[in-house]
């Protein structure tokens, strides 16, 4: 799937091309710097393990966990909330990243939904996206 064609709103410089950390690494530090900084997000935060665990496993044990709640495609980072933060993390290059099955689907799901849905290109966008989020959450709750 192309940026452009991504259903919900992506945050960082589409156009950068370069050396960045690897998504996993700047996943990492966005997660480090939410507990840091907002523990009881932190707390709330989580990463769906799906995308390893559908790479080469067993048919049985990949059925039982679907049905048990595995959902493919969902996004890296989801924060519940109302409404929900849900973002898929991609290295600041976003050439250097791949898109698994049902991403983009969960992406516009969610948004549909009602939840805050967006793609980032790295670290700093996530944050950049997640502050959007935290702020839109907040004035809402004062309303």
Not at 124 to 139: G, H, I, L, P
Request: proline share 5%; glycine share 8%.
């Amino acid at each position: 799937m192309l940026l452009k064609d991504c259903p919900v709103p992506v945050y960082g410089d589409v156009k950068f091309r370069g050396a960045c950390p690897k998504e996993e690494l700047e996943q990492v530090t966005f997660f480090n710097r939410l507990r840091r900084e907002y523990p009881a997000y932190g707390l709330t935060a989580l990463h769906p393990r799906n995308e390893q665990q559908l790479r080469g496993g067993h048919i049985r044990q990949i059925t039982k966990q679907k049905a048990e709640g595995m959902t493919s495609g969902a996004a890296d980072i989801i924060i519940p909330g109302a409404p929900a933060f849900v973002c898929e993390m991609k290295s600041r290059d976003h050439t250097q990243s791949s898109w698994q099955d049902g991403q983009k689907e969960y992406l516009a799901a969610c948004l549909a939904a009602g939840a805050f849905s967006c793609v980032a290109l790295g670290h700093e966008a996530a944050w950049s996206a997640f502050q959007d989020w935290r702020v839109r959450t907040e004035k809402k709750g004062a309303a």
